[in-house]
């Protein structure tokens, strides 16, 4: 069976809507398969390569549960939400944590660090060769809260140039937001998570 990059199980609407945003918008997994239910994986039909888990439908105990699905799908790689404090019983099982009160910028740093791993190749990571140098440069300076005419400015270039550059950038890589921008540029390398705010 083909594998599928990445799948989700969560069951929230909100928190499906919201990693369904982050992911597709800062286009960091090819594709992206949510379900309500981790029967498949941990019968190894559903075979993903990066697993995403809300803790709540997770069956206790988490350690069988995770053993599980890890000896069903050994190279899958297991990033679990969850309220609370991790139990470190579960570590070895799982590839990353988030969670849900951690500030932005944590969770960027976690998503970044899970979906950036050399044994996953096929992952959308780094920068996107079809923008050009002074678009990576507009993207930057976007990402961290310029406008227009702040940008045209530093790049010395008409604020004409920038609308185009803009929506080259956007037809490129769909990403129609600032916040998403910001979110690229930081998985992308551009920009420190920490500048995003200042």
Request: some cysteine; aromatic content about 8%; glycine content about 4%.
């Amino acid at each position: 069976m083909k594998k599928t990059t990445t799948i989700v199980i969560v069951e929230n609407a909100f928190r499906k809507s919201a990693i369904k945003q982050f992911l597709f918008e800062t286009k960091i997994a090819q594709t992206i398969e949510f379900k309500s239910s981790l029967l498949e994986c941990m019968s190894g039909t559903c075979q993903p390569a990066f697993l995403i888990i809300d803790s709540e439908l997770l069956p206790e105990p988490h350690q069988v549960s995770l053993d599980k699905i890890k000896q069903k799908n050994s190279d899958c790689k297991i990033l679990l939400l969850h309220h609370g404090a991790v139990d470190t019983h579960i570590l070895p099982y799982i590839d990353g944590h988030i969670q849900f009160f951690d500030s932005e910028e944590e969770i960027l740093h976690s998503f970044r660090t899970f979906f950036t791993d050399e044994k996953h190749p096929f992952v959308n990571k780094m920068v996107d060769n079809t923008l050009s140098e002074r678009e990576l440069e507009v993207v930057k300076l976007v990402a961290l809260g310029k406008t227009n005419k702040e940008i045209s400015d530093a790049l010395y270039i008409s604020a004409h140039t920038v609308v185009s550059h803009r929506k080259n950038i956007t037809n490129k890589l769909g990403i129609k937001t600032i916040a998403g921008l910001a979110v690229y540029a930081v998985l992308n390398g551009l920009i420190d998570p920490e500048e995003v705010n200042k």
